[in-house]
């Protein structure tokens, strides 16, 4: 028997529905939250904190993580000292820690700090812990989601945990990663990690970004996927992204041997449309290929984090791999993040029990 996906009906909100949901559910005197957030150049990076601190006042702590890269922009690295500032003038009592990416040889070790950061603070103290994905890489928040709900899972932690992004896909485009060459399993999301190639039917489905030809060519080389279904944003706030981002790619789909048939569209604000895509995608493999070596799927989210944040939640409900190429820097173009339109706050509500009864 098919186990049900276990968020299909997740309680999920947007924009001015989140607002209402804040001001009803933080409410809540008995309410303790913990923010845990990135301090970086992110011109979104100050929307969340603002938000909770204006409801729950002195309720709220942070876990402010600092991403450290060698050798960044200046222009973004001032930009990320003065939001540290303004973060600790929004919520006075915050930490904020340090987390290097990459080891001093190169590989990416930021999952593994950020654990270390967050193992500082005392989390049963908490009653809900809300991760602010807006200005934090995947490699830190994708470990730090998957520790917490092991520990409300295993009853260690009395926490309810919320997901939160600050979506604006035209701020996305104006952000441009220049990523590392080496592309590992996110710590915590190697699923079968380590078989070879020839064992099962690898599934490699890519978030598919403008300027990110280059990273997700390396992905694909070092996967070797047998079959690639690229992930194109639909419905998306501009029609003709998804037009836009196949012309872009075409050669590149060309190489991967891309069947037309097989892209995968994922809206661009609701999480759970993507993880109900992967989670079928899954059963469907496991049926197809049980006689015959078994399946294995592999999400790389380089793109809209709303679509990398239901990606994520597939990826703690069933089997499924993430890989990823790290940013070593970032570049950002200023008039197309400043051009961009206000961020909406997107928020998924991972639970053990349906939150429509808490809600009510």
């Not at 700090?113 to 967050?118: D, E, I």
């Not at 520790?147 to 945990?161: F, S």
């Not at 070596?293 to 709303?306: A, L, N, R, T, Y």
Request: negative net charge; proline residues 7%.
């Amino acid at each position: 028997m098919v186990e049900s996906p276990r968020w299909d009906l997740c309680f999920t909100t947007e924009g001015d529905d989140f607002a209402d949901f804040c001001s009803s559910y933080f409410s809540d005197e008995r309410r303790m939250v913990l923010l845990f957030a990135g301090a970086g150049f992110d011109p979104r990076t100050l929307i969340l904190p603002r938000a909770l601190r204006a409801i729950l006042g002195a309720r709220l702590d942070a876990l402010f993580i600092r991403e450290h890269r060698e050798e960044p922009a200046r222009a973004l690295l001032e930009r990320a000292e003065t939001n540290v500032l303004d973060l600790l003038k929004i919520i006075p009592s915050a930490s904020v820690e340090f987390v290097s990416i990459f080891a001093p040889d190169g590989s990416p070790i930021a999952g593994r700090n950020a654990l270390t950061a967050l193992s500082t603070m005392n989390l049963a103290k908490y009653s809900d812990i809300v991760i602010d994905f807006s200005a934090l890489s995947i490699g830190v928040s994708f470990p730090v989601v998957r520790h917490i709900r092991e520990l409300i899972q295993a009853t260690e932690l009395p926490a309810e945990l919320h997901l939160v992004v600050a979506s604006s896909p035209q701020t996305d485009d104006g952000i441009r990663a220049i990523v590392s060459d080496q592309t590992p399993y996110i710590h915590g999301f190697q699923a079968a990690a380590g078989i070879k190639a020839d064992d099962r039917a690898i599934l490699w489905l890519p978030q598919l970004k403008l300027l990110t030809e280059p990273a997700l060519e390396k992905l694909w080389r070092q996967i070797e996927p047998h079959d690639t279904c690229p992930i194109l944003p639909f419905p998306a706030s501009n029609p003709r992204r998804a037009d836009d981002l196949l012309f872009a790619f075409k050669d590149y789909l060309k190489e991967w041997d891309v069947d037309p048939r097989s892209v995968v569209y994922a809206s661009e604000k609701n999480p759970l449309d993507i993880y109900r895509t992967l989670i079928r995608l899954y059963h469907e493999r496991e049926e197809v290929f049980r006689e015959s070596g078994g399946s294995q799927i592999i999400v790389s989210p380089i793109g809209s984090k709303v679509v990398a944040i239901g990606t994520l939640i597939a990826a703690l409900d069933r089997p499924i791999a993430i890989r990823y190429a790290e940013a070593e820097r970032y570049i950002m173009d200023e008039s197309i993040a400043s051009a961009a339109a206000e961020p909406s706050l997107v928020h998924i509500w991972l639970s053990n029990t349906p939150q429509w009864e808490a809600v009510e």
